[in-house]
């Protein structure tokens, strides 16, 4: 190849425009812009291939103002799994029973506000009480379920957004996934106010409501040998992406080796060198098969409240042809497969 020769750099022309014409010209610079085109590109590729597309959701997504972006991705099946950390659902929960965030400063004085019972996540605040209050309704909720058997978190989190539709003062992530069939996964329920719910209430009146998260991992595993093939899209990193990950690796405990997924995006704001997996770059991932050696991947090294929004806006405008003629996944979970 002759480098000399490669397509130029063109600075990025301001003008009148969609947000697909803009990241159009994103893709003819370079740096991070160069890389969100790339990545939005990828995943318009995904919808219009016969991919699972899988979503790792980690970060303070909900508190930052990301829900109903969530939200739309699984009511217009932009995603077909999720699998996310526990915050981001309990702050899904807690804002679709009406209780927003409020809008604050990341350089407030934290013991005035730790003496007026006031949390802070970032430039973001949620008053101590009504963080209870949604806190008690999950102890409620969880005790009116069966203690005799435990539960896939896919099957509690199907069951919670069951009610919360019956409650909700708009539609949210549990809500939606709940109506439109979209399973999603908490393998780490009980680091969130999620466990310290569960936990009050065994605590207080002995309810052993209890969580199966090899059955998590099971179905997950399912989900991708049942798949023609699997994209993904990480959110920051964590337990949500390990989890998602690891289904290529296993699929010979169903009778299947697995290939790796076939496209992947990652945002984040960590870099490799540091061994961490939110850091952890796609050419490290192929060395354990998680991503396919021919995969279409790229890393957008940027923080998601700027970079998602600017993708599925331009998605939901170029794909909006592409979207409705999505086909829903068939999705075996474990009672069909025999698992208890």
Not at 11 to 17: E, M, Y
Not at 128 to 153: C, H, K, M, N, Q
Not at 160 to 165: A, D, P, S, T
Request: proline share 5%; charged share 20%.
């Amino acid at each position: 190849m002759d480098e000399r020769h490669l397509p130029p750099v063109v600075p990025l022309p301001i003008s009148p425009g969609s947000v697909p014409e803009l990241v159009a010209r994103m893709g003819n610079t370079s740096f991070q812009a160069r890389n969100l085109a790339l990545a939005t590109e990828i995943w318009s590729n995904m919808l219009r291939d016969e991919v699972t597309i899988f979503l790792g959701l980690a970060g303070a997504m909900v508190p930052a103002g990301m829900r109903t972006l969530v939200a739309y991705l699984i009511q217009n099946r932009l995603i077909d799994c999720l699998v996310s950390t526990g915050a981001n659902l309990f702050h899904d929960l807690h804002e679709s029973l009406g209780r927003p965030h409020r809008r604050g400063s990341a350089t407030a004085d934290d013991v005035r506000l730790r003496q007026a019972l006031v949390n802070r996540i970032y430039d973001v605040y949620a008053p101590e009480e009504e963080i209870v209050a949604s806190e008690d309704f999950i102890t409620a909720f969880s005790e009116g379920l069966d203690a005799g058997r435990p539960y896939a978190t896919r099957e509690y989190l199907y069951l919670l957004g069951q009610r919360l539709g019956k409650l909700a003062k708009e539609e949210g992530i549990l809500t939606s996934a709940a109506r439109a069939g979209v399973p999603i996964y908490c393998p780490a329920i009980a680091d969130s106010v999620y466990g310290m719910a569960i936990a009050t209430g065994r605590a207080k009146s002995g309810h052993r409501l209890l969580f199966d998260v090899v059955k998590d991992a099971l179905e997950t595993l399912q989900i991708a040998v049942a798949a023609k093939g699997t994209g993904v899209i990480y959110i920051g990193g964590g337990v949500p992406k390990n989890f998602i990950q690891q289904t290529q690796v296993y699929g010979e405990i169903l009778g299947r080796k697995l290939a790796g997924h076939r496209y992947a995006i990652q945002v984040t704001t960590d870099a490799p060198q540091w061994g961490g997996l939110s850091g952890s770059s796609f050419e490290e991932a192929r060395s354990w098969g998680k991503v396919a050696a021919g995969a279409t991947a790229v890393t957008v090294y940027c923080e998601a409240t700027i970079a998602l929004p600017i993708m599925v806006s331009a998605l939901a405008e170029s794909c909006a042809e592409v979207i409705p003629k999505r086909k829903k996944p068939t999705f075996i979970m474990g009672e069909q497969l025999g698992i208890r």
